[in-house]
Structure formats: structure tokens, C-alpha cells
């Protein structure tokens, strides 16, 4: 698959399905005991290596039955927070995202104005 930044979800959905297909036969698995090991029904895992929408649970139960828990885990790394910005916070981490200052007013600057910098 080509970089994923210029996918769509029903690509992305459609090859990992096929990716997990592709694994469950590697390991000589059946869908029956796949969707039993899972714990979900046989027509959701059809559906989920057919690239058809499921739900997140379904998707994960099948990996984790796959034994792809850590990939999962390192697919998304955790963001740490630096020590620099502990000192910096004052020992709190971030809990919310705010909008940088220049885009939180859309009025333009106009001269005799603090810089927004």
C-alpha cells in the first residue's frame, strides 16, 4: 500500500482487513475459530476482512486474538512528556489542547498593536 496520509478510511479499512485475512490464513486459522477466539460473531469477521465496516471492539478483539496487541501499541506512540516541559508547566501535563494565539483571533494586525508573537 502506498503512504497512508493520502488514503481513505474505506482504503485503509479494506487493507487491513485483508492484511488480517492474510495472517489468520498464515497461521492456518479458520474464520470460525478466529471469530470464536475473538468473541465475535463469524459474518463480523467476514465482514472486517472484507474491508466493510465494523465496529473498533470487533477490529481489536480479532487483533488481540491475533497475538498483534504490542503492534497495535507501537502503531501509536506514547508521548512522554519532556522533562524541560515539566519545569516549564510547573510538574502539571497538558489535558486539553488550546488554539495557538494567531489562530484564535482572525481580526488582521494592524500597526500600534502588541505583536502576537
Known sequence: MAALYNTT????????????????????VTQ???AREAGIGLRTLRRLEAGQPTSLD???????????????????????????????????????ARPKHAEASNAPWTWNQPSRD
Open 9 to 28: 478510511a474505506p482504503e485503509v479499512a479494506a487493507e487491513l482487513g485483508q492484511r488480517l485475512a492474510q495472517l489468520r490464513l498464515a497461521r492456518n
Open 32 to 34: 470460525k475459530t478466529l
Open 58 to 96: 470487533s477490529f481489536l478483539r480479532t487483533a488481540l486474538a491475533l497475538g498483534l496487541g504490542d503492534a497495535l501499541l507501537a502503531a501509536l506512540p506514547s508521548h512522554g512528556i519532556r522533562p524541560i516541559e515539566r519545569v516549564e508547566r510547573r510538574g502539571s501535563e497538558r489535558r486539553r
